[in-house]
Nanobody
Framework: QVQLVESGGGLVQAGGSLRLSCAAS????????MGWFRQAPGKEREFVAA????????YYADSVKGRFTISRDNAKNTVYLQMNSLKPEDTAVYYC????????????????WGQGTQVTVSS
């Protein structure tokens, strides 16, 4: 069982930056590949980024590649999403998830989710 709690969301102007954190409970965090997804109003949850359990491999949606960076600190049971050059279309609730599947871009393959954190980018 893994419990996830996201933080770090907020309101930022276009071009700005935010760093999201996802803190996990439990001593098995390091065995799970992790991912970030987002969901805008009226839209389906979409893949943003994923990271392998060791942190050695990362994967990004084309829409965020070059602007967002996913990382993890297994000693702190935390995964991060550094978001730079934010755009209004990045506005959404951001969720972190834990999966048994490496490089999963499918929300259905994630077993555990946090409650989400709101990111709003003004133009």
């Amino acid at each position: 069982q893994v419990q996830l709690v996201e933080s770090g969301g907020g309101l930022v102007q276009a071009g700005g930056s935010l760093r999201l954190s996802c803190a996990a409970s439990g001593r098995t965090f390091s065995r799970y590949p992790m991912g970030w997804f987002r969901q805008a109003p009226g839209k389906e949850r979409e893949f943003v980024a994923a990271i392998s359990n060791s942190g050695g491999s990362t994967y990004y949606a084309d829409s965020v590649k070059g602007r967002f960076t996913i990382s993890r600190d297994n000693a702190k049971n935390t995964v991060y999403l550094q978001m730079n050059s934010l755009k209004p279309e990045d506005t959404a609730v951001y969720y972190c998830g834990a999966s048994d599947v490496i490089d999963s871009q499918l929300s259905g393959q994630y077993d555990y989710w946090g409650q989400g954190t709101q990111v709003t980018v003004s133009s």
